[in-house]
């Protein structure tokens, strides 16, 4: 699970920025399927900033788990923007930490449609600023990947880490 790695690898920068600010973080995880959690636990050390990976793979999962409005996966699907800062937030709120990522896509090879082809991803990074600030929110980006399945997964894994790793740097 190196093929897109970086030298240094995002996960380890990420555990850098994270233990640096002080701050936590939990994902939310769909099509990474746990992948995310799994790098970043790859880290030594990385139980001083990473909570827990929940895995939402169907509808009712992301209802139960993540509190996902019930509208927006009837009117979007699950791989959508609402979704997917609805997971990121979701996961935020019930592990109580600073920062939560969601991705929720298709990794393929089948399930795309045009509108949605296999490779989309939405990736959602949330976070939860001190009550009466209203600094707290959450971000949502669009992306596609080519490759196969696994090409696909660890790319958005990657790309989820680097989204967290730029929110941190702007917080910090």
Request: proline share 3%; hydrophobic share 40%.
């Amino acid at each position: 699970m190196r093929e897109f790695a970086a030298e240094p690898p995002v996960e380890a920068r990420v555990g850098d920025a994270l233990r640096d600010a002080g701050e936590t973080v939990a994902t939310a995880e769909s099509c990474t399927g746990g992948l995310i959690g799994s790098l970043l636990t790859d880290v030594a050390g990385s139980s001083d900033y990473f909570d827990r990976s929940v895995v939402t793979y169907s509808y009712d999962a992301k209802l139960e788990e993540l509190a996902v409005p019930r509208e927006h996966l009837d009117a979007e699907g699950a791989v959508s923007a609402p979704v997917a800062r609805a997971m990121a937030r979701g996961v935020r709120d019930t592990a109580a930490v600073d920062w939560g990522v969601a991705t929720t896509g298709i990794a393929g090879p089948g399930g795309g449609t045009d509108e949605k082809p296999v490779g989309t991803v939405y990736v959602g990074v949330a976070y939860a600023g001190e009550w009466g600030t209203g600094d707290s929110g959450a971000t949502v980006e669009r992306y596609e990947f080519d490759g196969s399945r696994t090409q696909i997964k660890e790319r958005i894994a990657r790309r989820a880490l680097s989204d967290l790793l730029a929110a941190v740097g702007t917080r910090g």
